[in-house]
């Protein structure tokens, strides 16, 4: 789970008065009130479900499965953030609307995983089986009728709608500029994912395209939109401008190190199998940006556009011969720049000019 980072010693522009230490248990209780009301709620639909047959609860269970096998909560802890540096209230009374938004974010999260898992056909997911591969292992094993690999991944592609239809339950409560972040956000998550199926389709080299799909699914999901939705809440959607300069930055940092990870990071500590993305065809910023900038890494490309696919293999050796990992690291470090030069003048309350820094720091250069 995500951590608040310690105080840095970076000075702070003006901002209202306040206490770190009251930020710091403010954000520590939002974030544990997030994991109770998502426990509370699974909890009482396995119970609501299950009462009329086990195996109406699958879905539901898959869900709260995936929950408990851990994660690292960035948007629920981008949205409490965003609530708390807009100069929101920490008072309980008051704090119900932005723990259920950031809630809905983990849940929303929850069915992108799962209909990702399908798309890019992983197996494993945090260390454990997926929700599609462990239900079709079970069809198999009990010979049931029909084909193992279509029961699985419709189990998969049930618990990723009912994640999402719990994630709309939690969001239910928005209104006004709240209201249309979160729909801005559900919308473009899904329209990012179907450009990055097209992408892997084509095998064709766009960083531009590639960018934009790290934006829309990083940059915006993960970062801006969490922050906003936050700050909306807060009743600082002015916030808005300065948090889409430092959320869409510091998110293509982020999915460039998700790039980076898959293609070269230990598959153990990351939770997926390494080299994922090259298996799956996927058309990654990071291998788009190779493309155009080396030969051998274009060729295969090429080669795996006009053969059916690409050997992954050879073309992750490519990729490292390439010098692209050093150039990658380069370009992560002007994201981070960019993202903290963006909150130079945004008034934001107590700290969180620095923490909001620390926090892009750590998407941006961890090692899972």
Known sequence: ????????????????????????????????????????????????????????AVPVEAVADIVRAGGKRLRPAFCISGYLAAGGTADPEDTETVVSAAAALELLHVFALIHDDIMDNSDTRRGTPTVHARHAALHAENGWAGEHRRFGEGIGILAGDLALSYANRLASGLTGPALQTWNDLVTEVIIGQQLDIALAAELTPDPALSRWVAVCKSGRYTIHRPLALGAAIAGRPELQVPFEEYGVAAGEAFQLRDDLLDAFGDGVATGKPAGLDLVEHKMTLLLALAATKDERVARL???????????????????????????????????VATACAALDDAPLADDWHKRLIKMAEQVAYRDR
């Not at 930020?23 to 639909?45: Q, S, T």
């Not at 992750?316 to 010098?323: H, T, Y």
């Open 301 to 335: 490309v090429e080669d795996g556009r006009s053969g059916g696919g690409w050997d992954p293999a050879e073309l992750r050796e490519a990729l490292l011969a390439s010098g692209v990992r050093q150039e990658v690291e380069e370009q992560i470090d002007q994201l």
């Open 1 to 56: 789970m995500f951590k608040l980072p310690a105080e840095p010693d970076r000075p702070t522009p003006q901002a209202p008065t306040g206490s770190t230490d009251v930020d710091r248990d403010a954000f520590d209780d939002l974030l544990a009130r997030v994991g109770v009301a998502i426990d509370d709620l699974l909890k009482a639909e396995t119970e609501r479900w299950g009462a009329v047959d086990a195996r109406v």
